[in-house]
């Protein structure tokens, strides 16, 4: 088994979004991964690096549909991650899936920028974005820069990822006095560190594929992730494993939301609210989660 885990981002990507069946943008939706076969390719205008058009008509058949740009960290299995496809890199995940579900609701072409966690937040305030869907709890200190939806989902609570080798040395949280400890810059996660381990040295870094290589080439001793995410990277290198001792647990999962820009400006959150309602309702949220679990072996390795 490969030891990095290395997420390669093609300098332009470009996957279709589905327009499918029906007379509302309601029921016109493309699931987490997938593409259906009958869907053109398109040819859109070039883009940033990092950046994903999808720029076919719009659900229903209106060819001046507005645009919604997602921002993301797009290092997060099975949240949204990179995968090859024919050949071709995309972008997937549940959380994009319900990017689309919520383009598609409101008859929108979708863009997704890729960019590091802890600057999503900036780049919506910039107006670089319409939404962020990262993962992302309502704290405080993000609610005074950012509007949140109402919640989507609520994660397994945060977990620590360690060598398999070393898990038997971690029982207490003392024992990681002196130790290295990582976690993705910008997140609750990081917070933790010295919540926790006032004894240990937080690493923080702004991808979560570079945390996992500086622990598979012991340059930290553990991470810090949310509880799915550390999960599949667990699951994906068999060097890895996830601490369950009870002791050592870190409390309580807080639940995600998507972002606007502060004040809701463009007017958004009532659709996307919508959205969310529909596919917690309807079942598609369950599916999304579903596909995305199953295509988290195939986030690219390097």
């Known amino acids: 088994m490969k030891k990095a885990v290395t997420l390669v981002l093609a300098a332009l990507l470009v996957f279709s979004l589905a327009a499918c069946g029906g007379g509302t943008s309601s029921s016109s939706s493309a699931a987490a991964g997938s593409t ?16 994903v058009s999808i720029s076919d008509e719009a659900p229903g058949g209106d060819d001046t549909a507005t ?7 797009a290092d997060y299995p099975p949240f949204e991650f990179h995968i090859l496809d024919g050949g071709e890199d995309k972008i997937v995940g549940f959380e994009v899936g319900l990017a689309y579900e919520i383009a598609a609701d409101q008859n929108a072409e979708l863009q997704i920028v890729d960019m ?34 109402d919640p989507y989902y609520t994660d397994l609570p945060a977990m620590m990822l ?34 926790t381990m006032p004894g240990a040295t937080p690493l923080l870094m702004a991808s979560v594929v570079d945390l996992v290589n500086n622990l598979v080439y012991d340059k ?15 699951a994906a290198n ?31 959150l009532p659709a ?31």
């Open 36 to 51: 259906p076969a009958s869907t053109p390719e398109s040819t859109p205008a070039s883009t940033p690096d990092s950046t």
């Open 67 to 73: 645009t919604l740009v997602l921002g993301t960290s």
């Open 116 to 149: 590091n966690f802890d600057n999503l937040l900036s780049l919506l305030a910039k107006g670089d974005c319409d939404f962020v869907i990262a993962a992302m709890e309502a704290t405080d200190e993000r609610l005074e820069a950012a509007t949140a939806s």
């Open 162 to 195: 360690v060598k398999k080798e070393n898990l038997d040395n971690y029982a207490t949280f003392s024992d990681f006095d002196g130790k290295t400890v990582g976690a993705q810059s910008g997140t609750t996660k990081a917070d933790l560190i010295p919540e």
């Open 220 to 234: 930290c001793d553990a991470l810090v992730l949310d509880g799915a995410v550390a999960l599949q990277y667990a």
């Open 238 to 268: 068999e060097e890895l494993a996830v601490i369950e001792a009870p002791e050592l647990a870190l409390g309580d999962a807080l639940p995600y939301s998507v972002w606007v820009a502060l004040g809701d400006p463009k007017g958004l």
């Open 272 to 302: 996307i609210n919508d959205t969310i309602a529909r596919v917690l309702e309807d079942g598609t949220m369950d599916t999304l989660i579903a596909d995305a679990d199953a295509l988290s072996s195939q986030a690219l390795e390097g």
